[in-house]
């Protein structure tokens, strides 16, 4: 099993939060959506990792985001990778740039596939998995 994935909970594979990614997922529970930026050169950095891949800095803050941005890209998935995801085809998955800058891959939540265009307005909202996992996802933002 990866380091990053943990034992499948009511089917699904979750999120292992690392040292480096705990803050974020402290954050989602909350209803935040927190990004590392760095106290170098200012550039806001997804996934969590400990050094800045633009300066080297070590140095960093977790700063809120707007948890807005546009689909970037996307995929719809038709065929399940996993058979924890049969039961949800098709689905999509989506590369959302925010309005930091960042690329966030999640889901968009009640748009059908034939809708979702490059440039589409989200906003994330958070998803409970249970009571110790919150999910980003994402909502058309009209």
């Given at each position: 099993?990866?380091?990053?994935?943990?034992p499948i909970?009511r089917?699904?594979?979750?999120?292992?939060?690392?040292r480096?990614?705990a803050?974020?997922?402290e954050?989602?529970?909350?209803?935040?959506?927190?990004?590392?930026?760095?106290?170098?050169?200012?550039?806001?950095?997804?996934?969590p990792?400990?050094?800045?891949?633009?300066?080297?800095?070590?140095?960093?803050?977790?700063e809120?985001?707007t948890?807005?941005?546009?689909?970037?890209?996307?995929?719809?998935?038709r065929?399940?990778?996993?058979?924890?995801f049969?039961?949800?085809?098709?689905?999509?998955?989506?590369?959302?740039?925010?309005d930091?800058g960042?690329?966030?891959?999640?889901?968009v939540l009640?748009?059908?596939?034939?809708?979702?265009?490059?440039g589409?307005?989200?906003?994330?909202?958070?998803?409970?998995?249970?009571e110790?996992?919150v999910?980003?996802?994402?909502?058309?933002?009209?």
């Amino acid at each position: 099993m990866a380091d990053d994935a943990r034992p499948i909970t009511r089917g699904f594979p979750r999120p292992a939060p690392t040292r480096d990614a705990a803050p974020f997922y402290e954050a989602a529970a909350r209803g935040e959506l927190r990004f590392q930026r760095c106290s170098g050169c200012g550039a806001f950095r997804h996934y969590p990792r400990p050094t800045c891949p633009s300066c080297l800095s070590r140095e960093f803050s977790w700063e809120l985001s707007t948890g807005r941005g546009v689909i970037h890209t996307w995929t719809i998935v038709r065929g399940p990778t996993l058979p924890a995801f049969e039961a949800k085809l098709p689905y999509n998955v989506v590369d959302v740039l925010l309005d930091e800058g960042v690329h966030f891959v999640s889901e968009v939540l009640d748009v059908a596939p034939d809708e979702i265009r490059a440039g589409m307005r989200v906003r994330a909202v958070f998803e409970p998995v249970d009571e110790d996992l919150v999910l980003v996802k994402f909502r058309r933002d009209d």
